[in-house]
């Protein structure tokens, strides 16, 4: 059976590969986008996570177009890094508001429908360095690892309505975001990851999609870690 999927910041990287992956699969697919234009090929929806009011008039385009939403993948996520003496409250505030409140929006958004339907997937994009801990990134880590609570809190809540809450947690993966890591940031990972690569967003999409499948319906409040073995799952 299709389902209306809605990919976050699904123009680019790791949620464009999503979105894709999804669509192959015979999904009706839309991907927020808050910049530019929506990848070919793919419904597009404006979509800014740090305003409610964006978040909601995407959610009734969605529903318009595909019907309401039955799986959200929040991949929407920035960093703002640098040592946390030097950090200022608006690199914090930002990180917070896009990757930790930008998330409680949009599933806000999301959880209503799916309880309505009795059914629903809901996957967050989340971190294995956040997990980890990473220098630099007190404000980025603090707000991936934040989302577990808000999973396994939410996975109470909507259980019993067939709904699932789950976090992918990838180590690093080849996208823009990574782009501009030192050499010596990315050898020390390695270092720490078995399999002595950066991950792929095509298998970060795989890990989602089998938790937005129906073979995942007993799973949820879990963390499936993307990592190449970084931290062993931590
Ligand atoms: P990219 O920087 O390539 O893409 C980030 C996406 O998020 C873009 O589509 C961007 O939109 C969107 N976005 C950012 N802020 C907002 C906002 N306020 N409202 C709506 N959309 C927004 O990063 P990745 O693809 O690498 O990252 C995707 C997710 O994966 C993030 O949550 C990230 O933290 C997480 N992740 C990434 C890892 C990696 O190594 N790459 C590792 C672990 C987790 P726009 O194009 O407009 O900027």
């Not at 409140?101 to 971190?127: E, N, Q």
């Not at 956040?130 to 939410?154: C, D, H, I, M, V």
């Amino acid at each position: 059976m299709t389902r209306s999927v809605f990919v976050t910041g699904g123009n680019r990287g790791i949620g464009l590969e999503i979105a894709r992956a999804m669509a192959a699969d015979g999904d009706r697919v839309a991907v927020g986008h808050r910049s530019g234009e929506p990848p070919e090929g793919l419904f597009g929806v404006r979509c800014e996570v740090t305003d409610q009011a964006s978040v909601d008039a995407a959610f009734a385009a969605v529903a318009e177009h595909q019907g309401p939403v039955e799986v959200l993948v929040a991949n929407a996520g920035i960093t703002r890094d640098t040592l946390m003496l030097r950090m200022g409250d608006e690199a914090f505030d930002e990180v917070l508001d896009t990757n930790l409140k930008g998330v409680f929006r949009t599933v806000r958004a999301a959880a209503g429908g799916m309880i309505a339907g009795r059914r629903g997937r809901i996957v967050l994009v989340s971190s294995a360095l956040g997990f980890l801990g990473s220098p630099g990134q007190t404000n980025y880590a603090a707000t991936k690892t934040a989302l577990l609570g808000l999973a396994r809190s939410l996975a109470w809540e909507v259980g019993s309505r067939g709904v699932t809450v789950n976090l992918v947690a990838p180590g690093i993966i080849d996208t823009d975001m990574t782009r501009d890591l030192t050499d010596r940031r990315m050898r020390d990972v390695m270092r720490m990851t078995p399999l002595g690569r950066p991950g792929t967003a095509a298998e970060v999409a795989a890990a989602v999609r089998f938790l937005a499948s129906d073979a995942a319906g007993y799973i949820t409040g879990a963390v499936l870690p993307v990592g190449g073995g970084i931290g062993m799952g931590v």
